[in-house]
């Protein structure tokens, strides 16, 4: 019988280490995956680094104050619109609530739909009221004073000009994590199934 040689043991120990490697890496990653998942896996567009969600008093639909980012929220899904608006703000809005409505009860509860408006002017406290509540009873609209608003649009980024009837606005979704960062940007054209996806990632 041959006796196995140096080189045979030297490349059965680098095989071991291979092996044993390959399975350290495998649990480093598992634990990763479980604390979240990487910023690439989003449907969304992940802002890097992530903005800091500048919070607000407005009016909600109640006639109450009520804060743009919501308090002990695992996730916010933050989007400007007006209730006149014909195309992109029912279409989010819409993916929104589908979203929402295939939560768990738990992962409702943890999330967050906010609508502000950019027509101070026709959206008063119960038309935005009215008109979220259409999409899901959860969500929650307000506004505020052109003046108000105007300072929460330009610290969102959100461009609005209400020179023609159709009110031009930035139309983003904005994702805002428990740590009151945004995180990922959504277009109007995202789908629920999209929604759902990120926000079973962000909530559990």
């Known amino acids: 019988m041959t006796r196995a040689g140096p080189p045979r043991i030297a490349f059965a120990v680098l095989a071991l280490a291979i092996v044993v490697l390959a399975a350290f890496v495998g649990i480093v990653a598992h634990r990763n995956a479980s604390r979240g998942a990487p910023m690439n896996a989003f449907a969304g567009t992940p802002l890097e680094p992530p903005k800091p969600a500048a919070d607000f008093t407005l009016t909600g639909g109640d006639g109450r104050p009520a804060h743009v980012v919501v308090a002990g929220a695992t996730l916010e899904y933050l989007f400007f619109g007006y209730t006149h608006c014909p195309d992109e703000c029912p279409l989010a809005m819409g993916s929104l609530g589908r979203a929402y409505r295939q939560l768990t009860p738990s992962e409702r509860a943890r999330t967050s739909v906010v609508f502000v408006t950019v027509d101070p002017e026709r959206d008063t406290?119960?038309?935005?009221?009215?008109?979220?509540t259409g999409f899901d009873p959860h969500f929650v609209g307000l506004t505020g004073t052109r003046a108000q608003l105007a300072s929460v649009w330009t610290s969102y980024g959100v461009a609005v000009d209400a020179k023609t009837k159709e009110i031009g606005h930035g139309d983003a979704i904005?994702?805002?994590d428990a740590n009151r960062n945004v995180i990922l940007v959504y277009t109007p054209?995202?789908?629920a199934k999209e929604l759902l996806a990120d926000a079973r990632k962000l909530v559990n």
């Open 125 to 132: 406290p119960a038309v935005v009221r009215r008109y979220v």
């Open 174 to 176: 904005y994702a805002i």
């Open 189 to 191: 054209e995202t789908t």
